[in-house]
């Protein structure tokens, strides 16, 4: 089955500093990703789409100077939240598309739990 | 206004019994719905698929309806074990982009 792997699991940081965040997809290629936030008992928040060698595209009242996603090659993307503060702290999931036949699934990363101090 | 709505309460269930979780929406027409399973700290993993021309899924212990006129998806898993406990989430797709609709997912929790 398609594999997602996402690091760091879990990240501390100070206000200010930028923390990088990545999505490797192990076993196939992915051309599309998407990050996703979570809060506690929330639903998934779609934060951007990633499309390989293109920008990113942005949801509504996501500011993409402050999440900066590259996705550089068919395996990896990268969300990086530029000058952390704390009301960023949350969880944080990337995922990929299977590829066909299994294109309507997504296959998530572990998710990374990141707290701003 | 466009919803999707799965129980907010936890579901707490008897090993060995079926649980039942829930799936509304409203203003939506979904291509599919899917179901995934979360666990803490964890990424959902995807657990079911089902089209909006098919009544009933099953994969092993699980079985998933869809019912485009009651707009409502039921999913059930028989034989309950505790290490089904885990946060369920549906999530629909209307087809035209692949972006998935995210309900906040319901909590089952099966009691030994």
């Known amino acids: 089955g398609a594999v997602v792997s996402q690091h760091p699991s879990r990240v501390i940081c100070k206000s200010g500093t930028s923390v990088k965040i990545e999505c490797r997809s192990l076993?196939?290629?992915?051309?599309?990703m998407f990050w996703y936030r979570q809060f506690p008992k929330k639903s998934l928040m779609l934060m951007a789409t990633s499309n390989e060698g293109s920008k990113a595209t942005y949801e509504q009242g996501v500011e993409k100077d402050k999440f900066l996603i590259n996705h550089a090659s068919l395996t990896l993307s990268t969300l990086t939240v530029t000058s952390a503060h704390p009301e960023d702290s949350s969880f944080y999931i990337c995922?990929?598309?299977?590829?066909?036949?299994?294109?309507?699934?997504?296959?998530f990363g572990s998710g990374t739990q990141l707290s701003v101090l | 206004s466009q919803k999707i709505e799965q129980n907010s309460e936890a579901l707490n269930i008897q090993e060995g019994k079926t649980a039942t979780l829930t799936c509304n929406y409203t203003?939506?027409?979904?291509?599919?719905l899917q179901w995934y399973r979360q666990d803490p700290g964890r990424g959902p993993v995807f657990l079911l698929l089902i089209r909006e021309n098919e009544k009933e899924k099953r994969k092993e212990r699980l079985k998933v309806t869809f019912d485009t006129t009651l707009k409502q998806s039921l999913f059930h898993i028989t034989a309950s074990q505790p290490a089904d406990s885990a946060t369920y989430l549906c999530?629909?797709?209307?087809?035209?982009?692949?972006?998935?609709?995210w309900g906040a997912g319901t909590k089952l929790i099966i009691k030994p």
């Open positions: 203003n939506y027409s979904p291509a599919y």
């Open positions: 995922s990929a598309r299977g590829q066909v036949p299994t294109n309507e699934k997504l296959f």
């Open positions: 999530a629909l797709d209307e087809g035209s982009n692949y972006q998935l609709i």
């Open positions: 076993d196939f290629q992915a051309t599309t």
